[in-house]
Structures are given as structure tokens and as C-alpha cells.
């Protein structure tokens, strides 16, 4: 048999995975936080027809080897990791970390103590995931949450506006809540079921430390948390989970924990991250992906109509 009907064959295949990818780059264009793909070539073995030989001292000169390809293959898909663009949406449950590179932490695990106004400490018994998506919501409890209902997870804040432990490299332990009534302790409370708690009225997260600040109907104001944010090593190690999620892996190292400032950059609240595909790349790398594979096929044909003309020899 023709040995292109083989290298067009592995033609097929990458290019079709190319389309796979592209095709979901552009059903991607608008979800929040995306970021796009590309697919990486490389030739496959060379069959060698001759093998090159040295020139020879007062003789003939060297002499290339003589090598055919046998096809293609996937090297890799990497993913592109540059910040999107922002969409002002005006929402204050909607947050944006500005620095690329930057994850808010979130677990589907809630506090192991059934206590949400403070984490657990014990930090082995939770699973953590990472995602750009910063568009959260509040359950009836005040927990704060992704749109699929993962914890959103912080630090306790003291009443000085620091970090009551020290942040550096822990995993965050508190599932972050805002509650709708604090007594004045600026404990949190489900009902107002005496006068001494008081209805909260607004809320705001300081772009520079990420820490919730609560005010009441009294205009008292209380820090009930602060969000965490992580980074890694190595981005294109991490495991895209769904849902806008991510999860660590041995090749993207582990999570460095941290608080919006210097390292991890500030948060902007009332804004979300667009997906970064650029439509007009995918258009053409989709023309070129399918071109490619439209030459792939004709080669298919084209050996075809050869194989045909052998027979026919024999008639």
C-alpha cells in the first residue's frame, strides 16, 4: 500500500483535533474568565532512504541522507493565560483580579465546625480549586459563593484591618460570608431577633487588601473577612476542571496563597474578566485547519485513483 494513504490519514486527525479546538475557543468567546487554546504540530519518524556519509580525504565530498516524512502528530495544546479584557457590570457581587496569573480560591467544602462565620482549621479535609470567574453570589446564609455553589474562601480580618494569622503561603481556612444582621460584637446573625442586631445596609471589598467591610442601619462598619487569591509556578500545568475551575497539578506546583496588594495585584470590584479568544485568529486558524484537512483527503483520493490504476494493469 501507498505509504501517503498513512500520512494523510495522521493529516486528518490532527487537523480534525485542530477544529476540536478552535471550535471550542469560539463557543468559549464569551464565557467569563476563558482562556483560549492553541494546538501545537510536530513531524512524526522519517523513514531513511540513505543515511549520510563523511567527505572522504582526497576523494568525493559528503553526502546528505535522503529521509521521508510519514505523517503528523499532536505535540501539545497550550493555553494562552494573558488577561482578558474588562466588563464593567456594575454588580458589586462581581469581582475582577486585575494581576493575570491571579486565582480566587474556591471549595465545595463548607466549614467543617458548621460554624460559617469562622473556617476550620483543618485544612486536609478540604479541596481547593482556582478560577478567574469572579462572578459570586450570596446564599440565604450570607455565604459567598460561585454561580455552581463553591465556597469562596478568605482569612479572619481583626478589628486593626489585619490578617488575624499570618497569610503567607496557608491555605485559606474561612468560607467567606456576608450576613445581613451583626450584633455588636460584629458577630454575625441570621435574624434579627433582638434590637441589639443591626441591619446591614452596604458592603465593600478594598481593591489594595481584599478585605469585606460591612456597615449597619447605625453606621457601624464591621471587617468580616478577606479574600484570598493563589498563584503558581507554572499556569500551563494546571487541569481544567468545567465550570470556570481549575485544579493544581505536579507540573503546575503548588498553590502560593496570598491577599490582594503588591504580589497578587488588586482586586476591582463591580467588573468581570472577558474571555480572551481573539475571533479574528480563530476565524483564520478554522479556514487553515480546514483547508489542511481538504488536502489531506484529496491525497487520500489522488492514491486511490493510483491503487485503481494498478489493478486496472492487469486487464
Not at 80 to 102: E, I, V, Y
Request: proline residues 3%; charged residues 15%.
Amino acid at each position: 500500500m501507498l505509504p501517503s494513504l498513512y500520512t494523510a490519514i495522521s493529516g486528518l486527525r490532527v487537523n480534525q483535533q485542530k477544529l476540536n479546538v478552535t471550535s471550542d475557543n469560539i463557543a468559549n468567546s464569551s464565557t467569563t474568565g476563558f482562556k483560549s487554546k492553541n494546538m501545537i504540530f510536530e513531524d512524526m519518524l522519517s523513514q531513511n532512504l540513505s543515511d549520510p556519509s563523511a567527505p572522504v580525504s582526497g576523494g568525493l565530498g559528503g553526502i546528505n541522507g535522503r529521509q521521508s516524512g510519514l505523517g503528523v502528530k499532536m505535540a501539545g495544546i497550550n493555553t494562552d493565560f494573558t488577561a482578558g479584557s474588562t466588563q464593567t457590570t456594575n454588580r458589586s457581587l462581581d469581582f475582577m483580579a486585575n494581576k493575570g496569573g491571579s486565582y480566587f480560591v474556591v471549595s465545595p467544602d463548607g466549614d467543617t465546625s458548621g460554624d460559617n462565620t469562622s473556617g476550620s482549621t483543618d485544612t486536609t479535609t478540604k479541596s481547593y480549586y482556582y478560577t478567574r470567574d469572579g462572578a459570586f453570589t450570596l446564599d440565604e446564609a450570607g455565604n459567598l459563593l460561585t454561580q455552581a455553589g463553591y465556597h469562596v474562601m478568605g482569612y479572619d480580618v481583626s478589628s486593626d484591618n489585619t490578617t488575624s494569622t499570618d497569610t503567607a503561603n496557608k491555605p485559606p481556612t474561612k468560607c467567606l460570608k456576608i450576613a445581613q444582621y451583626y450584633n455588636d460584637s460584629g458577630e454575625a446573625e441570621d435574624t434579627p431577633t433582638d434590637a441589639t442586631k443591626e441591619k446591614v445596609t452596604s458592603w465593600s471589598v478594598g481593591p489594595s487588601t481584599g478585605i469585606i467591610t460591612v456597615k449597619t442601619a447605625g453606621g457601624v462598619s464591621y471587617n468580616v473577612g478577606q479574600i484570598a487569591l493563589a498563584s503558581f509556578q507554572n499556569e500551563g500545568g494546571l487541569v481544567k476542571d468545567g465550570g470556570n475551575l481549575y485544579e493544581s497539578s505536579p507540573n503546575s506546583g503548588d498553590a502560593a496563597y496570598g491577599t490582594p496588594g503588591k504580589n497578587y495585584g488588586s482586586l476591582n470590584q463591580g467588573a468581570l474578566e472577558m474571555s480572551n479568544v481573539d475571533l479574528a485568529q480563530q476565524f483564520t486558524d478554522m479556514i487553515v485547519a480546514t483547508r489542511a484537512f481538504q488536502a489531506n483527503g484529496k491525497i487520500i483520493t489522488t492514491d486511490d485513483t493510483i491503487l485503481e490504476d494498478l489493478i486496472n494493469l492487469k486487464r
